[in-house]
Nanobody, 125 residues
């Protein structure tokens, strides 16, 4: 059974950095495209970053370009989201999502069939 598990959330001051991790167990990880989404209270869930499994292409939401970096370690079955220059507007619950489509590159939630439980990011001084 595919089960993404997020970790690494917490409280960070504006301008700070944090790295989220998403470990996906029970699958042949090399064939799964992984993306990060986020949802703040009262807002819709939106795509943050995605990395395709087949070639490592990446896609980012405009709001995080140049600040966030997605990467993956297939040996550890883990995808990371490095977040720098954090802003109060980045505060949200961050979700990891998986799709058994190695060439997929998408920030649309409908393209992903398996979701983690989320990890909370708070940005405040």
């Amino acid at each position: 059974q595919v089960q993404p598990v997020e970790s690494g959330g917490g409280l960070v001051q504006p301008g700070g950095s944090l790295r989220l991790s998403c470990t996906v167990s029970g699958v042949d990880f090399d064939y799964y495209t992984i993306a990060w989404f986020r949802q703040a209270p009262g807002k819709k869930r939106g795509g943050v970053a995605c990395m395709s499994a087949s070639d490592g292409w990446t896609s980012y939401a405009d709001s995080v370009k140049g600040r966030f970096t997605i990467s993956r370690d297939n040996a550890k079955k883990t995808v990371y989201l490095q977040m720098n220059s954090l802003r109060p507007g980045d505060a949200a619950t961050y979700y990891c999502a998986a799709a058994q489509h190695p060439e997929l590159l998408s920030l649309h939630s409908v393209d992903f069939h398996t979701w983690g439980q989320g990890t909370q990011l708070t940005v405040a001084s």
